[in-house]
Structure formats: C-alpha cells, structure tokens
C-alpha cells in the first residue's frame, strides 16, 4: 500500500488483476442468468393485467416477488388502493377449481 497525500492506493499486481477480473467476470455471468421461477412470472403476470384493466391505482407498486411468489408493494402518498391491488391480485392468482 502506498501514501499519496490523505490517500491509500492498493497497488494490485498481475495476479491481483486476474483474480478480480475473474471475480467480476462470474458475478456479471451469475446474474445474467438468474430467471424467474414460475411463481414469480406468476404474480407479475397478474399484476401487469391489474394495472392493465385499471383495478389498481397508480401510486400502488410492486416492489418485489420472493422465488415463492409472495409480493411486497407499497402505496405512495397515501394507502388508498391497497385493498384493490390485494382484491384483484388473489382474483388473478387464485387456480380455477378441480373438476
């Protein structure tokens, strides 16, 4: 490690830089193709067709959806829409009966 001024620079050699290349280089290509799991296409699919039909208001979003499928959203501004987004969600989620 070198001083230069109030700074501390790593100085990294040739094996330094393959190694971090490497690092990087598999980290890029691990989460390029990380995909959804059913579930997770699922829940989005169901809350694109919300927002599509114009059941669910535009200060509600949704945050994420774990592999299982469980959502996390937020409402902006104020809670109003919550309950319409859970109301159309588990209508669109909800499997058709056996026969």
């Not at 001083?3 to 280089?25: D, E, N, P, Y």
């Not at 927002?51 to 409402?75: C, F, K, M, S």
């Not at 501004?77 to 969600?89: K, W």
């Amino acid at each position: 490690m070198r001083r230069v001024g109030s700074l501390a620079l790593v100085v990294v050699g040739s094996m330094g830089r393959r190694c971090l290349f490497a690092l990087v280089a598999v980290a890029i290509t691990g989460c390029a193709t990380m995909r959804n799991t059913p579930a997770q296409d699922a829940m989005w699919a169901a809350y694109d067709q919300c927002r599509a039909e114009g059941r669910v208001p535009p200060n509600v979003q949704l945050l994420r959806v774990d592999p299982d499928g469980r959502a996390y959203y937020q409402t902006y501004t104020s809670s109003y829409g919550g309950a319409d987004f859970e109301r159309c969600i588990n209508e669109k989620m909800r499997l058709p009966a056996p026969r």
